[in-house]
């Protein structure tokens, strides 16, 4: 059972526009949401999270929305630049338990 | 500056070889954990640890162990591997921070693991 699910394998978005990734979670138990990027051959690196009881979080270039009701969180990268380039997995914690729930992950390349 | 480490980026071993992948962090963090990475599937927790000596199973267990003798250290062991776990594998380790706190998991940067 997919209890955090990224349905778009893929994304290509021109350089200087916006990216948007989704993502659908299924547990409304879960506490905290988090996105991670990850280049080939290396690990993923902490991007941004958002904590449950809010529906925004901002950082820069990169903003995370959470739709508690419709039980889905977006990551907006805006503008998109080409080192934006990876694959971005969201992820979600219980506020019980340390380990993290994964998506499948979505590759964003960013072209010029 | 936070630091995860393998003990190699790329292995080749063969079907039944006794397997280990050794993962060190240097941020006396409690918590450790052990991910394969697979296309399509994403980051799947095989194995975890609270504490020096505890484990815990996590979601796809079978076929692998762990040992965690000292904190800095959290060892995944292939008892007898198989094509079918020819994989990426990340280490990861977190700080317990407060009760109902978030907590962000550091990488390792992963061995590419081929078992022929």
């Known amino acids: 059972d997919q209890q955090v699910k990224q349905n778009s394998p893929s994304l290509s978005v021109q350089e200087g526009r916006i990216s948007i990734l989704n993502c659908d979670y299924t547990?409304?138990?879960?506490?905290?949401f988090l996105w991670y990027k990850k280049y080939p051959a290396e690990g993923p690196t902490f991007l941004i999270s958002i904590s449950s009881i809010k529906d925004k979080n901002e950082d820069g270039r990169f903003t995370v929305f959470l739709n508690k009701s419709a039980k889905h969180l977006s990551l907006h990268i805006v503008p998109s630049q080409p080192g934006d380039s990876a694959v971005y997995f969201c992820?979600?914690?219980?506020?019980?338990?340390?380990?993290?729930?994964f998506g499948t992950g979505t590759r964003l390349q960013v072209t010029l | 500056d936070v630091k995860v480490t393998q003990s190699s980026r790329y292995l080749v071993k063969r079907t039944g070889e006794k397997v280990f992948l050794e993962c060190v962090q240097d941020m006396d963090h409690e918590n450790m954990f052990w991910y394969r990475q697979d296309p399509g599937l994403g980051l799947r927790l095989i194995y975890f640890?609270?504490?020096?000596?505890?484990?815990e199973k996590g979601d796809i267990p079978e076929g692998y162990s762990v040992s965690r003798e000292k904190k800095e250290r959290f060892s995944l062991i292939l008892e007898s591997a198989s094509t079918n776990q020819t994989s990426m594998y990340l280490c990861?380790?977190?700080?317990?921070?407060?009760?109902?706190?978030?907590?962000?998991?550091?990488f390792g940067p992963g061995t590419r693991l081929l078992v022929l």
């Open positions: 640890s609270y504490d020096v000596k505890m484990k």
């Open positions: 547990n409304s138990m879960f506490d905290y």
């Open positions: 990861a380790s977190s700080s317990a921070g407060i009760a109902g706190g978030q907590e962000t998991q550091y």
């Open positions: 992820a979600a914690q219980t506020g019980t338990a340390s380990k993290l729930t």
